[in-house]
């Protein structure tokens, strides 16, 4: 199992750019959740989705969005980039049984100048 | 309202040291869950221990060993002679909580930085 994958790894945008960052499990997990994380910082909840089809606000939504037509896939779509969304973002899934237990993906740099 | 506690920003120690990073949460709940996560210099996470409100036996992985205490609301997680490879960011993370009951969102708190000198 490769667990959850990230696409791209690294990202250099420029103002006002779009892009879509893909993540992909294989563990066949309900809960899929997007962060973000800030030098220094701990992570913030983006997005996570429950489920195919449903999807919900974190903590720090404004300036991204998300959809979740399968289980596997949770694509996080950025429009018009801003400065301020340069950071490192995580995405992670857990199971319904295995209450919290978050696996993480190796995460993708982004740079928006 | 919940939250997660790590005060010690960064810590350095020497190989062979012990080191204790320490954790405190805040939550009304009597049923969470606490976990701790590794963030190597490669930047990924890795999942270490997840424990849940109900237990609290002391835990022992190797040279990695888990203190919960409900009395104090810690969990504090101690690195036995440690070693160049402990070197990470290390979270603490707490369940949230929705209606009662807990979720699998997670309340992180903001790290800490163990560097391990040679």
């Known amino acids: 199992n490769a667990g959850v994958t990230q696409t791209p790894k690294f990202r250099i945008l420029k103002i006002g750019q779009s892009m879509t960052l893909q993540c992909t499990q294989d563990?066949?997990?309900?809960?899929m959740y997007w962060y973000r994380q800030d030098p220094g910082m701990g992570l913030k909840l983006i997005y996570y989705?429950?489920?195919?089809?449903?999807?919900d606000k974190g903590e720090v939504p404004n300036g991204y969005n998300v959809s979740r037509s399968t289980t596997e896939d949770f694509p996080l779509r950025l429009e018009l980039a801003a400065p301020s969304q340069t950071s490192v973002y995580f995405c992670a899934s857990s199971s319904l049984t295995g209450i919290g237990t978050q696996y993480f993906g190796p995460g993708t740099r982004l740079l928006v100048l | 309202a919940q939250k997660v506690t790590q005060a010690q920003t960064e810590i350095s120690v020497v190989e062979k040291e012990d080191v204790t990073l320490d954790c405190v949460y805040e939550t009304r709940d009597t049923t969470y869950y606490l976990f701790w996560y590794k963030q190597p210099p490669s930047g990924e996470l890795v999942f270490l221990i997840r424990r849940n409100s109900f237990d609290e036996q002391n835990e022992i992985s190797g040279r990695y060993s888990w203190n919960f205490q409900k009395s104090t609301s810690s969990f504090n997680f101690t690195i036995t002679a440690s070693q160049v490879v402990d070197s990470a960011v290390y979270f603490c993370?707490?369940?949230?909580?929705?209606?009662?009951?807990?979720?699998?969102?997670?309340?992180f708190g903001t790290g800490t930085l163990l560097a391990v000198q040679p």
């Open positions: 563990m066949n997990h309900n809960y």
């Open positions: 989705s429950v489920g195919a089809g449903i999807t």
């Open positions: 993370a707490l369940s949230e909580n929705y209606r009662g009951g807990a979720t699998n969102k997670l309340i």
